[in-house]
């Protein structure tokens, strides 16, 4: 296929079943492989959106300024991006992200400030907000709050997934900003009544959840409980045994949280086994594992890889 | 009924420092106010004076948010593990 330019290659991306891991032909496993999109996660899609929506609204203009918090792929498709379309990026990312995200950041030209990494993406939001109120001329997308993330997968994601399996009878996707869940759980709500939406959450070390008070929790914006059927969370024991199955078995090379969405999945797959229906169950393959080869994630036992990510935002 | 229940570290001045605590009851409110009772103080971190789970805490039962099973109603059987974290960011 033929484009103009990289980003007119984002989204399309395929949904390829999983005919080892699927439990029976009756119960079926699919993945929508965003690791395929630009830069390799399924965050370009909301990066994208987002700009286009502050560029239609005419916040930005060549040389500008846009600020954004976030612990590694949003900021990468938004550095992309921008690089293409002349704004200057400044990434605030927490202190405990993989070295290969940031490596990619400052290759594609964005500029980072770190925050602490007890309170995790908590402390990431505390400090871009203290910035762009101390910079009033930038630009902050916020991509917690900004309909045009939730957009995109209503836009994109949804009608996508409807095409390629009319007879999705489930979506299990990530928790972060909860804009990917909401766009496309909304989309396929509308056109599936019936459907199952399950958000699977990283569960992550001790260190991240250190907030000082538990008024400093957050819950983003764009969050609507009512969207999804269900919510799970999921260790990262879980999350690396599901991330090397699915390469081991299906040749699927994901980074980590996929492996907990497939975690989420196989659960519901089960339940469906059980009970003796038929389903076909989409997941989302967020990103390839590239990225988080230095997390030790991929290497030595399982014991070893969950103790090597203890303290790391490894979603 | 003796019911595993995991303390985040901001909740932990309230166990003497435990990571886990036992409790018993047959609903999520009932092992609230059964924690309660041994680690006084916790139930007003965790459920609003509308009675109500505070909107930054989030509690899930074999690793499923109560808030999609029945909240405070969620009933408890023998062998559930109870986790209790506050909301972070992800993404």
Same mark, same amino acid.
């Given at each position: 296929m033929r484009y103009d330019s990289l980003i007119e290659? #984002? &989204?399309? %991306?395929? #949904?390829?079943? #999983?005919?080892?891991?699927? *439990?029976?032909?009756?119960?079926?496993?699919?993945?929508?492989?965003?690791?395929n999109n630009p830069t390799g996660s399924v965050k370009?899609?909301?990066?994208?959106?987002?700009?286009?929506?502050?560029?239609?609204?005419?916040?930005?203009? *060549? !040389?500008? %300024?846009?600020?954004?918090?976030?612990?590694?792929?949003?900021?990468?498709?938004?550095?992309?991006?921008?690089? +293409?379309?002349?704004?200057? @990026?400044?990434?605030?990312?927490? =202190?405990?992200?993989?070295? =290969?995200?940031? +490596?990619?950041?400052?290759?594609?030209?964005?500029?980072?400030?770190?925050?602490?990494?007890? &309170? &995790?993406?908590? +402390?990431?939001?505390?400090?871009a907000k203290q910035l762009a109120s101390e910079n009033p001329d930038w630009v902050m997308l916020y991509q917690y709050g900004n309909p045009a993330n939730a957009q995109a997968h209503y836009e994109t994601t949804g009608p996508e997934i409807i095409e390629d399996l009319p007879e999705i009878t489930h979506f299990v996707a990530g928790l972060g900003t909860t804009g990917t869940l909401m766009g496309t759980g909304r989309y396929l709500r509308e056109h599936r009544p019936g459907v199952r939406i399950i958000a699977a959450e990283p569960r992550y070390g001790e260190l991240v959840y250190g907030l000082r008070n538990i008024d400093e929790g957050f819950v983003p914006e764009l969050y609507d409980a009512s969207v999804l059927t269900s919510r799970f969370s999921v260790g990262p024991r879980e999350a690396l045994r599901r991330t090397r199955q699915l390469v081991e078995e299906e040749g699927i090379f994901a980074g980590i949280s996929t492996g907990a969405i497939l975690h989420a999945a196989l659960g519901e797959a089960m339940k469906c086994v059980q009970?003796? +229906? %038929?389903?076909?169950?989409a997941f989302v393959v967020c990103d390839g594992g590239w990225k988080y080869l230095s997390t030790g994630a991929y290497a030595g036992t399982l014991e070893e890889a969950e103790a090597a990510l203890e303290g790391q935002l490894w979603a | 009924m003796a019911i595993e229940v995991r303390i985040p570290t901001i909740l932990r001045t309230y166990t003497g420092g435990e990571k886990?605590?036992?409790?018993?009851?047959?609903? @999520?409110?009932?092992?609230?106010?059964?924690?309660?009772?041994?680690?006084? &103080?916790?139930?007003g971190r965790l459920i609003t004076e509308e009675g109500k789970l505070h909107r930054f805490v989030n509690v899930y039962v074999n690793d499923e948010d109560v808030r999609f099973l029945g909240s405070l109603e969620t009933p408890l059987k023998? !062998?559930?593990s109870v986790t209790v974290l506050p909301a972070v960011a992800g993404g």
């Open positions: 290659s #984002l &989204g399309r %991306t395929p #949904l390829v079943g #999983l005919p080892r891991l699927s *439990p029976s032909p009756d119960v079926r496993l699919w993945a929508k492989i965003e690791s370009d899609r909301a990066a994208l959106y987002m700009i286009t929506a502050a560029e239609k609204e005419g916040l930005l203009r *060549p !040389g500008v %300024t846009i600020l954004e918090p976030t612990s590694g792929n949003t900021g990468i498709s938004l550095a992309m991006v921008c690089r +293409q379309r002349g704004y200057r @990026l400044i990434c605030v990312m927490p =202190e405990n992200t993989s070295v =290969e995200r940031r +490596q990619l950041l400052t290759m594609y030209g964005a500029e980072i400030v770190t925050s602490p990494a007890a &309170g &995790g993406s908590n +402390q990431a939001v505390a400090v009970a003796g +229906q %038929t389903a076909d169950i | 886990a605590v036992e409790a018993k009851g047959d609903t @999520l409110e009932g092992l609230i106010d059964d924690l309660d009772s041994r680690h006084a &103080g916790i139930k023998d !062998g559930d």
